[in-house]
């Protein structure tokens, strides 16, 4: 069925369609609503009860030049009607414009924040309402407000939140985008014709969501229906959840660098999701009602746009086509088009997964536990709990393809807890040849180099080169046939050996393929014996295949970080963040093409709610009267940004009762010491104001103490945050922004959401490019007031925390200063977890931190989805070992196993001593090397993003950007490099797995 293939061109027809043109022509047309449901909503707009719309207003802005500026703003003080009949297109857009804030030509703004407020009843528009940057849209959460576009209605869609000039230039730079939300709304287009309209145009960065919004959209009506409920071209976000889309073409037509989407409800669209492309893309509880196909992402199946689709706990209903994929064993790019199915029910479904030619991949009529399409490392011994189980009986299925076996040795682990006792690894790894360093396109995630993207020149959609059939492998299917791909036959890139690290081994020759259960010749890259490596027989695809490497393409020291690493001893080269093991417990990682079904992990059941992973959205508060809230700026709380509010801040918290929800209007709360977050509490902010840690108590790093500290250890009950900044005024070396000790009482009780953790480059700081200007040209010696904070979030061991879309950011560049520069704003670590009890992370990113963005150590019992990571862009000028030092008491890395600068990088992810760690998604990159992007062409940024030692892990959907080693253990060894796996941005794997 051809019909699934798709092209640029309709991606332009698509983008010319709503910019409106067609309608464009029709002029003013008066509206005469039919009365339906959704009118009768207007009836009652008068009033609500809604908190939001009730309580006294105090917030203000500190930083800004202008003291009478107005945070919330009701549309209808600015006139908007909401009668059903009356367009209100300027008014609304009045009272989100007013106030001097960012709009065009702005691109970032923290000083004109804005939570603009709908109160019941339909709102006719008949242009977009232009979101500006730093807006917050809420609508009645007890009487949605419908906002609808008129039949006349023109432009991109109801809600624009990054305007298209007509030359193609953006408001604002897609991936930096950030400070958005949406939530409680109703959008109607369905008095459009159905050959256009959308309901939200959301090309957004981080700290950006979507919440509770139902899109109402034309149904059915074949090819002439082009409606689609969120548009997206592109960006670097973000999350959303809680979304209903009704009818329509597309419910949602996606393009962005990572994201994290949980429930959302297709009813009756014709392609409930299309996947424009992506770098990592994770769904979580979609459920998908009577459309024509569920999930299309098929994009260009010559050369796939979209490089990996997780897709959690979700559900297909009388939809016959479930997925679309255009991924083949020999599709490109190699690591492209990867998708995770985690208990997905595909009974309403005949197929679960098609081909671009409507072959069946996966047939439907039942529950997918677990079912993986890309690149696979997983333990391969039969002893290992999860082993490959292949489909059995469809020949349609084309399953396990190894195409190398990686070996490596994973030292038993001791069984203690707390201490940093780590295993070491002696890996023996092998791979095959170098594959091609594929140029890559415009979209890097840079804050502030690249040139924003144009309507006309999407990212991944223009500047794709040629395929240069320089590259091969070889495949087994289930039958044992062979099958050749193109294989580089060239050697190591000069460029990756001048950075001394010891990568991929040269290799002229593909993988020989054998037939019996041979043993791959490998070689022990260090003295250490490796015990038991004749179990390297890989168990494929239900046959009795297996695929051992070549000679030729087993060396020592293969896709090693550093040269010395096959040398030293792999215990003795073991940093204090990573001790020694005893025993041996040796494993083999194989690594395969992979299609088709896999033993499902078994997830701890404090994870899970009912068979699916635990998931709670925001809490909107509508039950409680506006009565419940406690302003802090009552309470006495000043939120200058200059005077101490910590004593009144801690004596309002301490009197919170549990149904009472305290509020921090907006401003800037500074605080001198540790504010106690008690338990039992709720805590919502009005647009994100700050908290910010400063002064004396908060300077040393060997004694750093937290800035909020979230209930005490062993405490357990309820903890709600929301709607927060947490940062720093001026230097912080000894502060940890975040603490979290307390545990749920019930699953899930203790969580935040949009809650982020901001530093620098914002005003009212002091960390700004006046002041922390980057310095690429010289040595760089770091600056006392740049050094900004030790640590940013610690879940410390005995708490649990449900955190969602949280961004915790040191500022790579400044968001207010005309200038926008890149700036050096240090700061130690990113997000540490070392808890025992569940964690989840839902939408998360941590970045620029100095030696990790994300460890976790001694902790069990978490699940990651989707987590994203940067490098700070001024490594290694200064290197990771600058300014802070790394100490063994907080089992930093030491990189004490690196010869080169390029190792020498923040970690994007550590995980260390941990049992049951799940991670669906996650993006970690590299984009620079002393603010040069030279070694983007070279994909050699760094050598390292990921370390796993000792530890139970299943990482699926891993997706790094220019290291070397995608993933690496505690001595430097490579256990998954990344040059096999090139994708359409970065290198993706479906799966690395290592289990104790
Ligand atoms: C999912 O979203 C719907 C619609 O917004 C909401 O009613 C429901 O409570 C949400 N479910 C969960 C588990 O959050
Ligand atoms: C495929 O797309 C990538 C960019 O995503 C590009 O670098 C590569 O050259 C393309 N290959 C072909 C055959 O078009």
């Given at each position: 069925m051809?019909?699934?293939?798709?092209?640029?061109?309709?991606?332009?027809?698509?983008?010319?369609?709503?910019?409106?043109?067609p309608?464009?022509l029709?002029?003013?047309?008066?509206?005469?609503?039919?009365?339906?449901?959704?009118?009768?909503?207007?009836?009652?707009?008068?009033?609500?009860?809604?908190?939001?719309?009730?309580?006294?207003?105090?917030?203000?802005?500190?930083?800004?030049?202008?003291s009478?500026?107005?945070?919330?703003?009701?549309?209808?003080d600015?006139?908007?009607?909401?009668?059903?009949?009356?367009?209100?297109?300027?008014?609304?857009?009045?009272a989100?414009?007013?106030?001097?804030?960012?709009?065009?030509?702005?691109?970032?703004?923290?000083?004109?924040?804005?939570?603009?407020?709908?109160?019941?009843?339909?709102?006719?528009?008949?242009?977009?309402?232009?979101?500006f940057?730093?807006t917050?849209?809420?609508?009645?959460a007890?009487?949605?407000?419908?906002?609808?576009a008129?039949?006349?209605?023109?432009?991109?869609?109801?809600?624009?939140?990054?305007?298209?000039?007509?030359?193609?230039?953006?408001?604002?730079?897609?991936?930096n985008?950030f400070f958005?939300?949406?939530?409680?709304?109703?959008i109607?287009?369905?008095a459009?014709?159905?050959?256009?309209?959308?309901?939200?145009?959301?090309?957004?960065?981080?700290?950006?969501?979507?919440?509770?919004?139902r899109?109402?959209?034309v149904?059915?009506?074949?090819?002439?229906?082009?409606?689609e409920g969120?548009?997206m071209?592109?960006?670097?976000?973000?999350f959303?959840?809680?979304?209903?889309?009704?009818?329509?073409?597309?419910?949602?037509?996606?393009?962005?660098?990572?994201f994290?989407?949980?429930?959302?409800?297709?009813?009756g669209?014709?392609?409930?999701?299309?996947?424009?492309?992506?770098?990592?893309?994770?769904?979580?509880?979609?459920?998908?009602?009577?459309?024509?196909?569920?999930?299309?992402?098929?994009?260009?199946?010559?050369?796939?746009?979209?490089?990996?689709?997780?897709?959690?706990?979700?559900?297909?209903?009388?939809?016959?086509?479930?997925?679309?994929?255009?991924?083949?064993?020999?599709s490109?790019?190699?690591?492209?088009?990867?998708?995770?199915?985690?208990?997905?029910?595909?009974?309403?479904?005949?197929?679960?997964?098609a081909?671009?030619?409507?072959?069946?991949?996966?047939?439907?009529?039942?529950?997918?536990?677990?079912?993986?399409q890309?690149?696979t490392?997983?333990?391969?011994?039969?002893?290992?709990?999860?082993?490959?189980r292949?489909e059995?009986?469809?020949?349609?299925?084309?399953?396990v393809t190894v195409?190398?076996?990686?070996?490596?040795?994973?030292?038993?682990?001791?069984?203690?807890?707390?201490?940093?006792?780590?295993?070491?690894?002696?890996p023996?790894?092998?791979?095959?040849?170098?594959?091609?360093?594929?140029?890559?396109?415009t979209?890097?995630?840079?804050?502030?180099?690249i040139?924003?993207?144009?309507?006309?020149?999407?990212?991944?959609?223009s500047?794709?080169?040629?395929?240069?059939?320089?590259w091969m492998?070889v495949?087994?299917?289930?039958?044992g046939?062979?099958y050749?791909?193109?294989?580089?036959s060239?050697?190591?890139?000069?460029?990756?050996e001048?950075?001394?690290a010891?990568?991929?081994?040269?290799?002229s020759?593909?993988p020989a393929?054998?037939?019996?259960?041979?043993v791959?010749?490998?070689e022990?890259?260090s003295?250490?014996?490796?015990?038991?490596?004749?179990?390297?027989?890989?168990?494929?695809?239900?046959?009795?295949?297996?695929?051992?490497?070549?000679?030729?393409?087993?060396?020592?020291?293969?896709?090693?970080?550093?040269?010395?690493?096959?040398?030293?001893?792999?215990?003795?080269?073991?940093?204090?963040?990573?001790?020694?093991?005893?025993?041996?417990?040796?494993?083999?990682?194989?690594?395969?093409?992979?299609?088709?079904?896999?033993?499902?992990?078994?997830?701890?059941?404090?994870?899970?709610?009912?068979?699916?992973?635990?998931?709670?959205?925001?809490?909107?508060?509508?039950?409680l009267?506006?009565?419940?809230f406690?302003?802090?700026?009552?309470?006495?709380?000043?939120?200058d940004?200059?005077?101490?509010?910590?004593?009144?801040?801690?004596?309002?918290?301490d009197?919170?009762?549990?149904?009472?929800?305290?509020?921090?209007?907006?401003?800037?709360?500074?605080?001198t010491s540790?504010?106690?977050?008690?338990?039992?509490?709720?805590?919502?902010?009005?647009?994100?104001?700050?908290?910010?840690?400063?002064?004396?108590?908060?300077?040393?790093?060997?004694?750093?103490?937290?800035?909020?500290?979230?209930?005490?250890?062993?405490?357990?009950?309820?903890?709600?945050?929301?709607?927060?900044?947490?940062t720093?005024?001026?230097a912080?070396?000894?502060?940890?922004?975040?603490?979290?000790?307390?545990?749920?009482?019930?699953?899930?009780?203790?969580?935040?959401?949009?809650?982020?953790?901001?530093?620098?480059?914002?005003?009212?700081?002091?960390?700004?490019?006046?002041?922390?200007?980057?310095?690429?040209?010289?040595?760089?010696?770091?600056?006392?007031e740049?050094?900004?904070?030790?640590?940013?979030?610690?879940?410390?061991?005995?708490?649990?925390?449900?955190?969602?879309?949280?961004?915790?950011?040191?500022a790579d560049?400044?968001?207010d200063l005309?200038d926008?520069?890149?700036?050096?704003?240090?700061?130690?670590?990113?997000?540490?977890?070392?808890?025992?009890n569940?964690?989840?992370?839902?939408?998360?990113?941590?970045?620029?931190?100095?030696?990790?963005?994300?460890?976790?150590?001694?902790?069990?019992?978490?699940f990651?989805?989707l987590?994203?990571?940067?490098?700070?862009?001024?490594?290694?000028?200064?290197?990771?070992?600058?300014?802070?030092?790394?100490?063994?008491?907080?089992?930093d890395p030491?990189?004490?196993?690196c010869?080169?600068?390029?190792c020498?990088?923040?970690?994007?992810?550590?995980v260390?001593?941990?049992?049951?760690?799940?991670?669906?998604?996650a993006?970690l990159?590299s984009?620079?090397?002393?603010?040069?992007?030279?070694?983007l062409d070279?994909?050699?940024?760094?050598?390292?993003?990921v370390?796993?030692?000792c530890?139970?892990?299943?990482?699926?959907?891993?997706?790094?950007?220019a290291?070397?080693?995608?993933?690496?253990?505690?001595?430097?060894?490579?256990m998954?490099?990344?040059?096999p796996?090139?994708?359409?941005?970065?290198?993706?794997?479906?799966?690395?797995?290592?289990?104790?």
């Amino acid at each position: 069925m051809a019909a699934f293939q798709t092209s640029i061109m309709m991606f332009l027809a698509h983008l010319i369609l709503l910019l409106g043109l067609p309608t464009a022509l029709v002029g003013a047309i008066p509206l005469t609503p039919a009365p339906n449901e959704l009118e009768l909503a207007a009836s009652k707009w008068a009033a609500s009860s809604y908190w939001v719309a009730n309580i006294k207003r105090q917030g203000t802005v500190p930083f800004g030049s202008n003291s009478a500026y107005q945070v919330f703003r009701n549309v209808k003080d600015f006139g908007a009607k909401g009668d059903g009949s009356t367009d209100d297109t300027a008014a609304i857009n009045k009272a989100i414009s007013s106030g001097n804030r960012c709009g065009k030509g702005c691109d970032s703004s923290t000083t004109t924040p804005a939570l603009v407020y709908f109160p019941p009843g339909t709102y006719v528009v008949s242009k977009p309402i232009i979101q500006f940057y730093y807006t917050q849209i809420v609508g009645d959460a007890i009487d949605i407000p419908v906002i609808k576009a008129s039949a006349a209605f023109t432009g991109m869609a109801v809600i624009d939140a990054d305007p298209y000039e007509d030359n193609g230039d953006n408001w604002y730079t897609n991936q930096n985008n950030f400070f958005r939300a949406i939530r409680n709304l109703v959008i109607d287009i369905t008095a459009m014709p159905p050959s256009s309209g959308a309901g939200i145009h959301w090309q957004v960065g981080q700290a950006t969501s979507l919440q509770n919004i139902r899109f109402e959209m034309v149904k059915g009506g074949g090819s002439a229906n082009k409606q689609e409920g969120v548009f997206m071209d592109n960006g670097s976000g973000g999350f959303m959840s809680d979304l209903t889309f009704n009818g329509g073409n597309y419910g949602m037509f996606l393009g962005n660098q990572q994201f994290t989407t949980r429930n959302l409800t297709f009813n009756g669209c014709q392609t409930a999701i299309y996947m424009n492309w992506n770098w990592a893309w994770t769904f979580k509880s979609v459920n998908i009602n009577n459309c024509r196909v569920g999930l299309n992402m098929s994009t260009s199946p010559s050369n796939q746009t979209v490089g990996s689709v997780m897709m959690l706990d979700s559900t297909l209903t009388n939809t016959p086509i479930g997925i679309v994929t255009a991924w083949t064993k020999k599709s490109i790019p190699v690591g492209g088009g990867t998708l995770v199915l985690d208990n997905v029910d595909f009974s309403g479904s005949t197929v679960a997964v098609a081909g671009v030619d409507g072959n069946t991949i996966l047939a439907g009529g039942a529950v997918v536990n677990s079912w993986v399409q890309g690149n696979t490392y997983s333990p391969s011994s039969g002893s290992t709990k999860r082993a490959y189980r292949p489909e059995e009986n469809d020949d349609n299925i084309e399953v396990v393809t190894v195409i190398e076996t990686v070996m490596h040795t994973v030292l038993a682990c001791a069984a203690t807890n707390g201490a940093a006792t780590l295993a070491s690894n002696i890996p023996a790894s092998s791979n095959i040849g170098v594959a091609t360093v594929v140029p890559t396109g415009t979209d890097v995630g840079d804050r502030s180099i690249i040139p924003q993207a144009t309507a006309m020149s999407a990212p991944a959609l223009s500047g794709l080169p040629g395929f240069d059939n320089s590259w091969m492998s070889v495949f087994v299917d289930s039958s044992g046939n062979t099958y050749e791909i193109p294989l580089e036959s060239s050697q190591t890139p000069a460029a990756i050996e001048s950075t001394a690290a010891a990568v991929v081994p040269a290799s002229s020759e593909p993988p020989a393929v054998q037939t019996s259960n041979a043993v791959p010749a490998i070689e022990p890259s260090s003295a250490v014996a490796v015990a038991s490596e004749s179990s390297g027989a890989v168990p494929v695809a239900g046959s009795t295949v297996a695929v051992g490497t070549s000679s030729a393409a087993v060396t020592q020291g293969t896709g090693s970080s550093s040269s010395s690493s096959s040398s030293s001893s792999s215990s003795s080269s073991s940093s204090s963040g990573s001790g020694t093991c005893n025993g041996a417990a040796n494993q083999a990682v194989a690594s395969a093409r992979t299609q088709g079904t896999m033993q499902a992990s078994s997830k701890p059941s404090d994870l899970l709610n009912g068979g699916a992973v635990f998931e709670r959205s925001k809490p909107l508060y509508e039950s409680l009267p506006a009565s419940s809230f406690i302003s802090v700026k009552s309470a006495g709380a000043k939120g200058d940004g200059t005077t101490d509010d910590t004593a009144a801040l801690q004596k309002v918290l301490d009197s919170a009762t549990a149904d009472q929800v305290v509020y921090f209007d907006h401003g800037a709360y500074v605080i001198t010491s540790t504010l106690k977050v008690p338990k039992d509490i709720k805590i919502t902010g009005e647009v994100w104001p700050m908290i910010m840690a400063h002064g004396a108590n908060f300077q040393d790093e060997k004694n750093p103490i937290p800035a909020l500290q979230i209930g005490q250890e062993g405490e357990s009950g309820s903890v709600e945050m929301s709607d927060l900044i947490v940062t720093t005024k001026g230097a912080a070396p000894g502060a940890i922004l975040m603490e979290w000790n307390v545990a749920g009482s019930s699953q899930g009780s203790a969580g935040m959401w949009d809650v982020h953790i901001r530093i620098g480059g914002a005003a009212g700081t002091g960390l700004q490019s006046d002041t922390c200007p980057k310095t690429p040209a010289k040595q760089t010696t770091p600056k006392e007031e740049c050094i900004a904070a030790f640590l940013l979030l610690h879940i410390t061991q005995k708490a649990s925390a449900y955190i969602e879309n949280a961004w915790v950011w040191t500022a790579d560049h400044e968001l207010d200063l005309d200038d926008h520069s890149q700036i050096n704003v240090y700061t130690g670590r990113g997000v540490l977890i070392e808890s025992q009890n569940p964690v989840w992370l839902w939408g998360t990113a941590s970045e620029h931190h100095q030696l990790y963005n994300y460890q976790v150590s001694n902790a069990a019992n978490v699940f990651m989805g989707l987590i994203q990571t940067e490098t700070p862009y001024y490594q290694s000028n200064p290197t990771a070992l600058t300014p802070f030092t790394p100490q063994d008491s907080w089992n930093d890395p030491d990189f004490s196993t690196c010869t080169t600068a390029s190792c020498k990088k923040s970690w994007g992810l550590r995980v260390m001593n941990t049992s049951d760690l799940f991670i669906y998604g996650a993006g970690l990159y590299s984009f620079f090397e002393n603010y040069a992007q030279t070694c983007l062409d070279s994909e050699d940024c760094q050598e390292n993003m990921v370390e796993v030692d000792c530890s139970d892990v299943h990482i699926y959907g891993l997706s790094t950007k220019a290291a070397v080693n995608m993933v690496t253990s505690s001595s430097g060894q490579s256990m998954v490099p990344e040059k096999p796996n090139t994708s359409n941005f970065c290198s993706t794997i479906a799966l690395f797995e290592q289990s104790v």
